[in-house]
């Protein structure tokens, strides 16, 4: 956990600061903590796969009773099982502290596997925010038939860490093989942050009201940099990865309500050779980009900045002398 105050006074130790400049620092800690304000707006849903102790290691999911945020009735699967890890994907603490386990799915050549479960949050008007984390041991860039995506049940509002059209990540409101999607595989044996937005959720697109879907996969280092060096803005995302990709329709209507379907899939049609296997983390929905990822107090933004002036200058202090 962040500490300003340790952190404040650390840097006084460790870089020789005087104590008016340690003061300063303390007030303006103070002075924009009293007036930072939360920036949540609406959590929908939060899975953190928390079933330690009631589900075992490697037990199948299908008819597993959810436990999470907006999620409503028991796991359900069509094709091969996902199955649960008492293992949470790992990524960086400025995000989240894994709570629970995670969820997996390990299939050859022309098979799929898909995890559904019934949604419980309140109808969505405007924006759409999705974040969840994933990671491939085993992911074969043969084959543009293959994917692995995150989607609305009907195959809406889909995200893809591995498109159906393209080598690389994809996002689509219109089914997941209509996905505007790059060519830059995601690595393997590496744990993304797969964040997306969707915009005009629950209006008709049209000309005059488009809808834009955008989605960034981020490494934990990618991840950090955003937050200090990028503000934790969501203007600055696609600065700190080159993996991001957009897509605007202007029809249709595509709706998120009670009544939805949340779907985790996978398919190895056209895959060739090789195997996926893919492990789901972590997933958010909400209406704010803070609501499905960790972005610190505008006070500790401002602390972490002026920290990193604060170092310049005492560098330069010891070069003088």
Known sequence: MFKPYNFIFSLKNNLYLPMNLIQKLLSIYLLTSTCACSVYADLLVYESFNYTGSVADNAIMNGVESNATGVSGSY??????????????????????????????????????????????????????????????????????????????????SVSPKSKVAEGIGIGYNGSANETADNDLLLENTTYLMLSKFTHVGSTLSAGTPGTATVWALTASEYDNWLSAGGGLEANLSTYTDRWTTQTLTEGTFNVTDSSILELASTTTGLGSGSLYVTY??????????????????????????????????????QTF
């Open 76 to 157: 359900s699967r069509g094709g091969s099982d996902f199955k649960y890890s008492t293992t949470g994907l790992s990524f960086s603490p400025n995000f989240s502290t894994p709570s629970g386990g995670s969820v997996y799915l390990n299939i050859s050549n022309s098979q799929y596997g898909i995890l559904k479960v019934g949604l419980d949050a309140e109808t969505v008007s405007g924006d759409l925010y999705h974040s969840f984390l994933f990671r491939s041991s085993l992911l074969t860039a043969t084959g543009n038939n293959n994917g692995t995506f995150s989607r609305i049940a009907g195959d809406k509002l």
């Open 281 to 318: 983390d972590e997933l958010r929905f909400g209406t704010t980009l803070s609501d499905v990822v960790l972005i610190p107090e505008p006070s500790s933004l401002l602390l972490l900045s002026l920290a990193g002036a604060v170092a310049l200058v005492a560098t330069r202090r010891k």
